[in-house]
């Protein structure tokens, strides 16, 4: 399986696996696709040699997909599927079903070189920097790009002063590709799993201050368990990853949760509920006071919450119900790193999680003001595609992201 090409390179016979899938027989299959039955029946049987297995049962009754062939029908559907909405609005009334893809004349002609080009283009906005890149001449992007148009119906790129611009049709043909190339990519990893190796790549994007020691230990224990696994972890703030989350760029975000998403693409699961505190250095003055009202804290310097998050609903609910103005913002910061440098050398204040915090103050380096703080509890969750069809490697992160909330839910109400 080592020598198996990448399944993004066999798209024609992935369709015509989709369609014998659907249908139960080359026959039917090379009608829904405009082929002959003989074309079908070698595609069918290429892709069985270079995956190792059968991916039919042959009967008098027709072709039934193996679970190997069930596995890769799914996934390869979804894909087309991702590609067929994008001319879907010029296809009114095409069908719905496993088949209606086929209507598109970007899902039933798309091939690796045009998702090679498209998605270097977007990159690189120039046709002389994507041939270098793909080791092709310019000519042939030019070409590909013009095959790519006409079977989306519409313009891709505007060109710019800057060079190449993606059109609003090209930002959808965009994301269609890179959900079709992820259903792929996890594709071959459901495949590696059904011989018992759970491997692949997941990505996913955190929001600060709210993760803490949730993320760190989930991924720690899928990792010794699963050593061939890659994880990479990165963050931005809520909008960023959000539009990196529909462009399949990341698989989840985990992080402190809004209370409503910003559309029915995606989907969101409350783990546990969290609260906040003012934190101080440890040596701060208001620190080493055995009471304090919210009164006391009316001159302090803030480090506030950045706009439009839930840190910063929780702040202006907890001074609102104090009775104390809100500071001006003169300090906001988005790095949980840079908040508590600037906490551990000034007498600045800032609202956070203690247990995003816990190591530093069991340390004796920042200390939780005993400062009432009413506010609604902060979500503490993951955001993924409504869609999104976990792999075995995503499985197992989900399940231990669950477990590790239920243990901290239950610390949280023993202490």
């Not at 390869?76 to 010029?90: E, K, N, T």
């Not at 793909?134 to 060109?159: C, K």
């Not at 224990?221 to 050593?227: G, I, T």
Request: hydrophobic residues 50%.
């Amino acid at each position: 399986m080592s020598n198996v090409p990448p399944l993004l390179n066999q798209l024609k016979p992935l369709r015509a696996l989709c369609a014998v899938a659907a249908t139960g027989s080359t026959v039917a299959a090379a009608s829904a696709l405009h082929l002959s039955q003989s074309s079908v029946v070698r595609a069918i049987q290429a892709l069985e040699a270079d995956l190792g297995g059968l991916l039919f049962e042959r009967s008098g009754r027709g072709m039934a997909p193996t679970p190997l062939g069930q596995v890769l029908a799914l996934r390869a559907a979804r894909g087309l599927a991702h590609l067929a909405q994008v001319d879907a609005p010029a296809r009114r009334g095409h069908s719905p079903d496993a088949l209606g893809w086929t209507g598109s004349r970007l899902a039933a002609g798309v091939g690796a070189r045009h998702l090679a080009v498209l998605l270097s283009l977007a990159q690189t906005g120039t046709e002389t920097a994507s041939a270098q890149a793909l080791d092709i001449s310019q000519p042939a992007v030019h070409q590909t790009l013009a095959q790519l148009e006409h079977m989306a119906g519409a313009p891709l790129f505007v060109r710019a002063r800057k060079g190449l611009r993606l059109t609003e049709a090209g930002e959808a043909t965009l994301q269609a590709f890179k959900l079709a190339r992820a259903e792929l990519q996890q594709a071959g990893d459901e495949l590696a799993a059904r011989r018992g190796v759970v491997q692949g790549r997941l990505v996913i994007g955190t929001l600060p201050f709210s993760t803490g020691h949730l993320l760190s230990l989930a991924v720690d224990r899928v990792l010794q368990n699963h050593p061939g696994l890659v994880i990479t972890i990165v963050d931005g703030t809520y909008d960023a990853l959000l539009h990196q989350l529909r462009q399949a760029d990341i698989d989840l975000i985990v992080g402190a949760l809004r209370p409503a998403l910003p559309g029915a693409d995606l989907q969101q699961e409350t783990l546990f509920l969290d609260r906040l505190a003012v934190v101080a250095r440890a040596a701060h003055p208001l620190a080493q006071r055995p009471r304090l009202g919210w009164k006391d804290l009316r001159e302090a310097a803030w480090i506030m919450p950045m706009p439009n998050t839930p840190a910063q609903v929780a702040f202006e609910q907890a001074l609102k119900v104090a009775g104390v103005p809100i500071p001006a913002d003169a300090l906001r910061v988005n790095s949980a790193l840079m908040m508590q440098a600037l906490l551990a050398r000034s007498d600045r204040l800032a609202l956070m999680s203690p247990r995003h915090l816990q190591d530093e103050i069991r340390a004796g380096l920042l200390a939780e003001l005993p400062v009432p703080v009413r506010h609604e509890p902060r979500m503490i969750g993951l955001v993924r595609r409504a869609a999104y069809l976990p792999t075995p490697a995503a499985q197992a992160l989900l399940d231990a992201l669950r477990r590790v909330a239920r243990q901290i839910a239950g610390d949280t109400a023993a202490s």
